[in-house]
């Protein structure tokens, strides 16, 4: 295993953070898979799962197994660690821009398209080759002139080429659940099923760039673009792995959830297996709209108290929670919206007005415009 170290320009005299990536295996050689943990630095259980990779694989790389080059960067989010006011750790949003860590990510589409057409096709594989390349070399070329830009950036140049990208988050309070592209599912329903996964939810093009988005939608888009001239496959599988909630930091789930990846790695063919080759479990879950995943907000500010449990499956019209106004005594019943299943929930229990408290993901895609909120 190689260890690197990526400078990023200092935000301040005296002051200059630095990514740290850890690279197994060949370059070149097989699939190339990386693995994020913490781009929101404060969701945690993704740095617990990596320290549970990272184990898996110096001890899969020592015995010869891996077939593969595998990227682990153990926290994705150097900036967001720095980030504390008063006792409270603030990882979500950088505090100078004001930026959400996982949104924005630039895409280079078109300039990568233009330049890698005069090479392109009719071999899918070397059309692959071809469009990486191209790609490669817009995210190098790109400016970043702030601290944040070049978190991003080098995110971006060690994940863009690769064929499994895997952004280890969490919610709030939450089961486990995936967030990929559409067109990302076929390869990703394996993956679902050896996580465990209760929902992955779909989209394509949710808004506002994500950093899992950026990764898988050059393909389709390149697809769009060229049409029938040249066969351009879906080259990139990425997931953003909602780790379940927040205080999910635990060595019995992280161990369970770090083999689940090397398992679906060695079903995958990127890990040679010891023994039969792992089968895909019986899905708990299954895949529904992105938009069709309901935010449940409370109309009012009080005291939140939840009546239904993470991992229910819930009726339109079901009490979701209690918003009690402590002056008044006033009781305001929050309802789901939809027939679905509650997801996630919110940790606070003092609620502001207009705050969304819960997700129910239902079937039908009901939502419009972008549909990532920026929590
Ligand atoms: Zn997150």
Known sequence: MQVKQHLLPSPAPGTRRELVSLHYGQAGQGEKVYIQASLHADELPGMLTAWHLRRQFDALEAAGRLRGEIVLVPMANPIGLSQWWLQSHLGRFEGLSGENFNR???EYIEAAARAAEPRL?????QNVAVL????????QAAPADTELKALRKTLMLLACDADVVLDLHCDAQAMMHLYTETPCWSQCEPLAAFLGAGVTLLATDSGDNPFDEACSQSWWKWKRHFGDRFPIPQATLSVTVELRGQQDVHHDLASQDAQAIVDFLTWRGVIAPD???????APVGDARPL????????????????LREVGETVKAGDVIAHVIDPITASVTELKSPVDGLLFA???LRLVTTGARIAKVAGREATRTGKLLGAR
């Open 291 to 306: 938009a069709g995943s309901m935010p449940i907000a409370s109309p009012v500010a009080g005291v939140l108290t939840f």
């Open 275 to 281: 023994g039969a080759v792992p089968a895909v479990p």
């Open 104 to 106: 924005h990510y630039p």
């Open 132 to 139: 990486r390349a191209a790609l490669r070399t817009e995210v």
């Open 345 to 347: 929930r919110d940790t």
């Open 121 to 125: 096709g009719q071999d899918e594989r």
